[in-house]
């Protein structure tokens, strides 16, 4: 299936969104900004982009968003990179909050230093054509993984790029690199999902 008929939104609440929905346009998707909980019917995928994921929370829950959304990432695939991994973990810690739970993921908030901490690393990745540059701005960290969770790439010994069905999920930004090989990882994905 051609990336033409995929339409991808990006929830542009708050944080990264624009980024996401250039890249995606480069790749030949439509991609749509989410701002309100009606806008995601049609939608063949979403990406739920970095950001501040307890100011997100204020955001959805305004006209039952929180809700709507919860049961769009429960089936649909949905690519959650930093704060929007946060919102997919079935468990946040450092402190805890609520999120959709859906990706069988312990993750705990800025773990990487101070808040202000931003790294850039050069990391390998079962994803084909060599190592990754990956953009980390006060980053989760993933602790925890379940049986089903697949891990793409690893920052020391904590997977940073992970996938478990329909899901998918980064503790960095894969938008901030020009590398697309991410972005299209998940439109093959949605793809995939799209045809069944
Ligand atoms: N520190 C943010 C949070 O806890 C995530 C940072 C990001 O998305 N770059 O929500």
Not at 60 to 69: I, V, W
């Amino acid at each position: 299936m051609s990336e033409g008929s995929l339409t991808v939104g990006v929830l542009a609440l708050q944080g990264a969104f624009d980024v996401h929905a250039a890249m995606l346009k480069q790749l030949g998707a439509h991609a749509q900004l989410i701002r309100r909980p009606e806008q995601l019917g049609g939608l063949d995928g979403l990406i739920l982009p970095g950001g501040e994921s307890t100011t997100f929370l204020k955001h959805l829950e305004r006209d039952g968003f929180f809700e709507t959304l919860a049961a769009f990432v429960r089936t649909k695939p949905t690519f959650g990179t930093c704060a929007g991994c946060i919102l997919l973990a079935r468990d946040v810690e450092r402190p805890a909050q609520r999120s959709f739970g859906v990706l069988d993921v312990t993750v705990e908030r800025n773990a990487y230093g101070r808040q202000i901490d931003s790294t850039i690393l050069l990391t390998p990745t079962s994803i084909a054509g060599g190592p990754l540059e990956m953009v980390f701005i006060r980053a989760p960290k993933i602790t925890r993984t379940g049986p089903e969770v697949d891990i793409l790439a690893s920052r020391a010994e904590a997977p940073v790029l992970v996938e478990q069905g329909h899901l998918m999920a980064a503790t960095f930004h894969p938008e901030l690199s020009t590398d697309t090989r991410i972005h299209q990882h998940f439109l093959d994905l949605v793809s995939r999902y799209k045809l069944q």
